[in-house]
């Protein structure tokens, strides 16, 4: 093992383990090692060949008496569905779980545990010989903090290539964050193929420019690129979270189909400006219609049980001046314009039921969301509290600790972005559970997730920029009870050879953390 890939003594492995404990000794992996993969555990033991073949040289194929072993072991159900045990000792690798998940974990973890160059993005060529790699000797009992880990990426405002979200989702992987919310539509681009809506991508798909940059920008997904993202992440225990924005943020479609908003006889491009649109959704049967196919589509395409239908920041003031809307309003006995937000939002969660999918909603106030909704609350803390009184599941996502769009520090140099800072320190004392909540909104909370807003990151490189290393410091809030800020600096310093390896070019953090 080289000298920059040595482990440190706490391991450096991000997040934080629930339980570790460091024995003599290593294992060294041969090129003849064999992978005893029990019932269940196919799935795990695919992707461990999937992962380590290329670098290692380590054919890990099945044998009986292979001394790699992942195994289902009902005994370790107090781990939960994504917990795991580790046991490397110099003669056999033993990783164990009570679901396929936790194996899942547990293989990212054995990644870890490897020398960061086998990390290297691409991998070497197959090797013939396994150049001398090893595992340290542990025992590691695991489990997460929290059951939902995410992070949101936003290809409507930029598109991105599927190729990078594969790569997107493997980096998930890597730090056991289980939810990739791919936010799909906006004022600014629709990228979801609708198979009886094809001018959503075609026209919806493309603007003119970009907050007066004047260069036009355009891109769609296939329906087949996504269902094999949807698969891609599946089998490294990610799921795909979809985000079609209803009533508010729906420029895009409202260009391409001008009869689904409040001024059909008025010609609409997609938005080339930022910000909040006054340009929603009309509320007359034929847009109900039209969410109806949307959102059937979307349930093909991604089987998980949640669909996001953003929900909030939608302007009433083309309602306020509809006669259609001002009808049904009648119609449904509604106080006002404003009561239309919630109307709309519990007709397309009562698809969602028919569906068998549960629908999800930012909240900006707590209340506004109908009760079938789980609320991810991103303007502040106490906004999901409000919301979990009230009865809602929650994801917690307040922006001054979670939107990686801010930039990481006050440096002349670093790319534009919101107004403020959020730096390394800000991400991991992100706590979605604040001590004063009462224990029934405690309860609640699923889990946190981050946030990247595209805005002003236009390609790839600038996205891991941003993203790195805070996401690992929400992975490890997320995932780890464990809060040690001194800690965790110690194993991210180590861990940034790992994502050197893999070729990301983040923000190193800086001044070095020296910790005896």
């Given at each position: 093992m080289s000298a920059a890939a040595a482990l440190p003594p706490d391991l450096g492995l991000v997040p934080r383990p629930d339980a570790l404990t460091v024995q003599p000794g290593r294992f060294a992996l041969d090129r003849h090692d064999g992978l005893?993969?029990?019932?269940?555990?196919?799935?795990?033991a695919a992707l461990l060949r999937e992962l380590l073949t290329p670098a290692t040289g380590s054919a890990l194929g099945p044998s009986p008496?292979?001394?790699?072993?992942?195994?289902?072991?009902?005994?370790?159900?107090?781990?939960?569905?994504?917990?795991?045990?580790?046991?490397?000792?110099?003669?056999?690798?033993?990783?164990?779980?009570?679901r396929?998940?936790?194996?899942?974990?547990?293989?990212?973890?054995?990644?870890?545990?490897?020398?960061?160059?086998?990390l290297a993005a691409g991998g070497p060529q197959?090797?013939?010989?396994?150049?001398?790699w090893s595992l340290p000797c542990v025992r590691i009992t695991d489990r997460p903090r929290f059951a939902w880990r995410g992070a949101m990426l936003d290809v409507a405002r930029h598109f991105q290539p599927v190729a990078y979200l594969r790569r997107f989702v493997d980096l998930l992987a890597l730090h056991k964050l289980n939810v990739l919310h791919l936010h799909l539509t906006d004022d600014?681009?629709?990228?979801m193929p609708v198979a009886a809506r094809p001018r959503l991508t075609e026209i919806g798909g493309r603007r003119a420019e970009s907050a007066g940059d004047g260069t036009p920008h355009e891109g769609a997904y296939t329906r087949a690129e996504l269902v094999e993202l949807v698969a891609y992440a599946a089998r490294r225990g990610v799921s795909v979270v979809p985000e079609i924005e209803m009533p508010g943020h729906a420029r895009a479609a409202l260009a391409a189909y001008p009869g689904l908003g409040n001024r059909p006889g008025v010609r609409l491009e997609p938005w080339t400006r930022w910000g909040v649109c006054e340009n929603v959704f009309?509320?007359?049967?034929?847009?109900?219609?039209?969410?109806?196919?949307?959102?059937?589509?979307?349930?093909?395409?991604?089987?998980?049980?949640?669909?996001?239908?953003?929900?909030?920041?939608?302007?009433?003031?083309?309602?306020?001046?509809?006669?259609?809307?001002?009808?049904?309003i009648a119609a449904e006995g509604l106080p006002g314009p404003g009561a239309l937000h919630g109307w709309f939002l519990g007709a397309v969660a009562a698809h969602l039921d028919r569906l068998g999918r549960r629908p999800l909603g930012w909240t900006d106030t707590g209340g506004e969301?109908?009760?079938?909704?789980?609320?991810?609350?991103?303007?502040?803390?106490?906004?999901?509290?409000?919301?979990?009184?009230r009865g809602h599941d929650v994801v917690m996502a307040p922006y001054r600790s979670t939107y990686l769009d801010y930039p990481q520090s006050a440096d002349p140099g670093e790319p534009r972005g919101q107004d403020g800072v959020l730096d390394l320190r800000g991400v991991y004392?992100?706590?979605?559970?604040?001590?004063?909540?009462?224990?029934?909104?405690?309860?609640?909370?699923?889990?946190?997730?981050?946030?990247?807003?595209?805005?002003?990151?236009?390609?790839?490189?600038?996205?891991?920029?941003?993203?790195?290393?805070?996401?690992?410091?929400?992975?490890?809030?997320?995932w780890s009870a464990h809060r040690d800020w001194p800690h965790f600096r110690r194993r991210q310093d180590h861990h940034q050879t790992r994502l050197a390896a893999l070729g990301v070019r983040g923000r190193t953090p800086h001044p070095p953390l020296l910790i005896p």
């Amino acid at each position: 093992m080289s000298a920059a890939a040595a482990l440190p003594p706490d391991l450096g492995l991000v997040p934080r383990p629930d339980a570790l404990t460091v024995q003599p000794g290593r294992f060294a992996l041969d090129r003849h090692d064999g992978l005893r993969a029990g019932p269940g555990a196919e799935a795990a033991a695919a992707l461990l060949r999937e992962l380590l073949t290329p670098a290692t040289g380590s054919a890990l194929g099945p044998s009986p008496d292979g001394r790699i072993a992942l195994l289902l072991d009902p005994a370790e159900a107090g781990l939960g569905a994504e917990g795991y045990v580790l046991t490397v000792r110099p003669d056999a690798v033993l990783l164990r779980a009570a679901r396929p998940a936790g194996l899942l974990h547990g293989v990212q973890t054995l990644r870890q545990l490897l020398p960061s160059e086998v990390l290297a993005a691409g991998g070497p060529q197959p090797r013939t010989a396994a150049p001398g790699w090893s595992l340290p000797c542990v025992r590691i009992t695991d489990r997460p903090r929290f059951a939902w880990r995410g992070a949101m990426l936003d290809v409507a405002r930029h598109f991105q290539p599927v190729a990078y979200l594969r790569r997107f989702v493997d980096l998930l992987a890597l730090h056991k964050l289980n939810v990739l919310h791919l936010h799909l539509t906006d004022d600014q681009g629709w990228r979801m193929p609708v198979a009886a809506r094809p001018r959503l991508t075609e026209i919806g798909g493309r603007r003119a420019e970009s907050a007066g940059d004047g260069t036009p920008h355009e891109g769609a997904y296939t329906r087949a690129e996504l269902v094999e993202l949807v698969a891609y992440a599946a089998r490294r225990g990610v799921s795909v979270v979809p985000e079609i924005e209803m009533p508010g943020h729906a420029r895009a479609a409202l260009a391409a189909y001008p009869g689904l908003g409040n001024r059909p006889g008025v010609r609409l491009e997609p938005w080339t400006r930022w910000g909040v649109c006054e340009n929603v959704f009309g509320v007359h049967d034929a847009v109900l219609d039209f969410c109806r196919d949307v959102l059937d589509e979307v349930a093909d395409v991604f089987p998980g049980p949640y669909v996001h239908v953003g929900g909030d920041e939608c302007p009433t003031v083309e309602w306020e001046r509809s006669p259609a809307a001002r009808a049904r309003i009648a119609a449904e006995g509604l106080p006002g314009p404003g009561a239309l937000h919630g109307w709309f939002l519990g007709a397309v969660a009562a698809h969602l039921d028919r569906l068998g999918r549960r629908p999800l909603g930012w909240t900006d106030t707590g209340g506004e969301l109908p009760a079938e909704f789980t609320a991810l609350a991103w303007r502040d803390a106490e906004h999901g509290r409000a919301a979990a009184l009230r009865g809602h599941d929650v994801v917690m996502a307040p922006y001054r600790s979670t939107y990686l769009d801010y930039p990481q520090s006050a440096d002349p140099g670093e790319p534009r972005g919101q107004d403020g800072v959020l730096d390394l320190r800000g991400v991991y004392e992100n706590e979605p559970v604040p001590a004063h909540w009462e224990p029934e909104a405690a309860r609640r909370v699923l889990g946190t997730q981050a946030q990247l807003w595209t805005e002003y990151a236009r390609t790839p490189a600038e996205l891991e920029y941003l993203a790195f290393p805070r996401l690992c410091a929400l992975a490890d809030t997320a995932w780890s009870a464990h809060r040690d800020w001194p800690h965790f600096r110690r194993r991210q310093d180590h861990h940034q050879t790992r994502l050197a390896a893999l070729g990301v070019r983040g923000r190193t953090p800086h001044p070095p953390l020296l910790i005896p």
